[in-house]
T-cell receptor, first 114, second 111 residues
Framework: AQSVTQLGSHVSVSEGALVLLRCNYSSSVPPYLFWYVQYPNQGLQLLLKYTSAATLVKGINGFEAEFKKSETSFHLTKPSAHMSDAAEYFCAVSEGGRDDKIIFGKGTRLHILP | DSGVTQTPKHLITATGQRVTLRCSPRSGDLSVYWYQQSLDQGLQFLIHYYNGEERAKGNILERFSAQQFPDLHSELNLSSLELGDSALYFC??????????FGPGTRLTVL
């Protein structure tokens, strides 16, 4: 069975500082991994995805994530936080294939301090 | 804009009632997924349809049902509503890639 654990339900960083949101997954087969962002009162937007190609995945808005099989991790980073990055971020896993359901983590709310 | 549309945006109803949520997938996408987002349960997968056929079921209550029509739009029917059914309901669609594109959601409030 698949699962996702996001460490920290709330993370605060200063504007301009490094953003690091942690995600660990569990999957019995090579996983597909995703990061989604949800702005207040909006739907989910895909930031980036890993589907067994390059382990370092670049996404939109300057975010990237690295797939580390040995650590079962898929942490999300951004070198320099911007006020507009304040949102809720969800890590998610599926067992592959375009028809598979996605299992979401509980989310991490990112706060940006001026 | 993901290209997935959901109506209505907000829905307020009473316990015991029945409601229908509608989703139109992106043009050409054959798969539609329904998810429920609540404060206590987080984002949970409900059901997946592919080209009119049910493909997978998740944590969907027996009071809930869904279908996908020949024009590929989907409806999620929620009946005998309870206070705990208050949540955001998202649909997502996917096509030939591995990416699910989410609609803006329907916020259901059961009073």
């Amino acid at each position: 069975a698949q699962s996702v654990t996001q460490l920290g339900s709330h993370v605060s960083v200063s504007e301009g500082a490094l953003v690091l949101l942690r995600c660990n997954y569990s999957s019995s087969v090579p996983p597909y991994l995703f990061w989604y962002v949800q702005y207040p009162n909006q739907g989910l937007q895909l930031l980036l995805k890993y589907t067994s190609a390059a382990t370092l995945v670049k996404g939109i808005n300057g975010f990237e994530a690295e797939f580390k099989k040995s650590e079962t991790s898929f942490h999300l980073t951004k070198p320099s936080a911007h006020m507009s990055d304040a949102a809720e971020y969800f890590c998610a896993v599926s067992e592959g294939g375009r028809d598979d359901k996605i299992i979401f983590g509980k989310g991490t709310r990112l706060h940006i301090l001026p | 804009d993901s290209g997935v549309t959901q109506t209505p945006k907000h829905l307020i109803t009473a316990t015991g009632q029945r409601v229908t949520l509608r989703c139109s997938p992106r043009s050409g996408d054959l798969s539609v997924y329904w998810y429920q987002q609540s404060l206590d349960q987080g984002l949970q997968f409900l059901i997946h349809y592919y080209n009119g056929e049910e493909r997978a079921k998740g944590n969907i209550l027996e009071r809930f049902s869904a279908q996908q029509f020949p024009d590929l739009h989907s409806e999620l029917n929620l009946s005998s509503l309870e206070l705990g059914d208050s949540a955001l309901y998202f649909c997502a669609s996917s096509g030939t890639t591995d990416t699910q594109y989410f609609g803006p959601g329907t916020r259901l409030t059961v009073l």
